[in-house]
């Protein structure tokens, strides 16, 4: 048996659905045990009390709507934690169109350890666009939360205990009281699990009807990017992203998801024999993402097999075949219109951007030794004019300085994010969908040249939460930021979201 933390008894969590325009308070109740499931790095930002000069209790919990527009008094803001016994109400106004969104746990320096331990669940957005396009529902659509584990041999999860299970590292750590380095005792810069799980199961396998099916793919890991195939090679159908709808349907062999994006899709299982079985796949990589370029896919045994899908009933047969699986259910809506006859609501445009907010994404490595400079923390910042280099250079910046994210109320802001570490990282804001303007290869630090400007891909042309920012290249987004308040936004690799990869975002 494996212990784990959810809501309302279960992880994932219960699946709220909820209409366009109409407003729903969430009551979350914190009634977790006060002892961590998980090892608490005690030197990250959250996990001290400065003022009290005493750590903040283990176990904490504040949770965010991720894709929402939401108030910023109900947004989660990392800070706003509340601990055993203590309950919270969030209030979610829906006013956005229909959308694939999850609300997952948000607190300070342990949002990785909350997550990985279960705190996380979908949160659908309905309209009367997406009824009109009668898309497969009822029986025939899926939320699929996916993630990765390590389990120890008694089933409990497995997460490290120290830094030396990354890299080797042995210490001195920052909590040396004789020699302290810059190192942290326990924070792992990324974490991969050696088994993948769906829904909450390892390797699942999903009973289906001989019909098109519409899944709500989240990717929940901690740090993995999903590269997700088929096994006999076709096609998946994306029909919408983060925000909502993409303007077309995309239909391709290979679908990237980046920790905290979603995609909604259609996979027709229609003119397969009953009998089938059929595996989506995984093929991005075991260790940090930096592009498909020379990247070596996971382990096809283990971290390559996301879950299986059997073929079981045909539901036009009057009698259904004996295949060994139990017999049909009931069926509840229908398959939808075919795919291939999907026609997707066009995406209004957004206004033409009055500023050029100019971020940087850095990694900090150590300088414990001379022989060692393994990274100690992720940050983001700003880009300054360094006249002696004749260029722009990035400015990291740690949590608690002061916040330099300020966009006024009602503007359209386009931002260019310039990576200047060797992985690619998912940057979330908090508040907004956005556009993906498009990339500048190898353009990090340079001027944005519009003519070298490539497009977005076809999955990432409806509004989008999560971007992908390759190494070494400018990513450009356009976004309104039209409530007012404290925000944040970050890298949605959670052990990099953990210890300073995250900045304040303050709508004046």
Known sequence: MTTVWGYNGSSPGVTIEAQSGTPVRVRFLNNLPTKHLLPVDPTLDGAFNYTLNTPNPAVRTVTHLHGGHTRPEHDGFPEHWYVPGVSRDHVYDNNQPAATLWYHDHSMGITRLNVYAGLAGFYLIRDKTETALNLPHGTFEIPLLIQDRCFN?????????????FDGYSGPYNTDPVN???VPPIWNPEFFGNAMVVNGKVWPFLNVFKAQYRFRIANGCNARFLLLALSNNANIHQIGGDGGFLPQVVSSGQLLIGPGERADVIIDFSTLPVGTRLQLLNLGPDEPYGGLDDMTSSDPDSTGKVMEFRVAWDPAAKTPKNTGSSAPPTISGSSGTPVSLLRLPAINALPPSTV????SLNELGSEAKDDFDGPVAGMLGTMEFDSQMGMDMPMPMPWMHTATEKPRLGTCETWEIHNFTEDAHPIHLHQVQFEVIGRIPDAAGKNADPSAIQP?????????????????????????????????????????????????????
């Open 153 to 165: 041999a008694d089933g409990s999860l497995f997460f490290p205990t120290t830094r030396e299970y």
């Open 180 to 182: 302290p380095s810059d």
């Open 356 to 359: 050029t907010r100019k971020v």
């Open 456 to 508: 977005p891909e076809p999955g990432e042309t409806g509004r989008k939460d999560t971007v992908v920012c390759y190494p070494g290249a400018i990513t450009l987004i356009k976004a309104v930021f039209d409530i007012k308040g404290n925000y944040v936004w970050h890298c949605h690799i959670l052990d990099h979201e953990d210890n300073d990869m995250m900045r304040p975002l303050v709508v004046i």
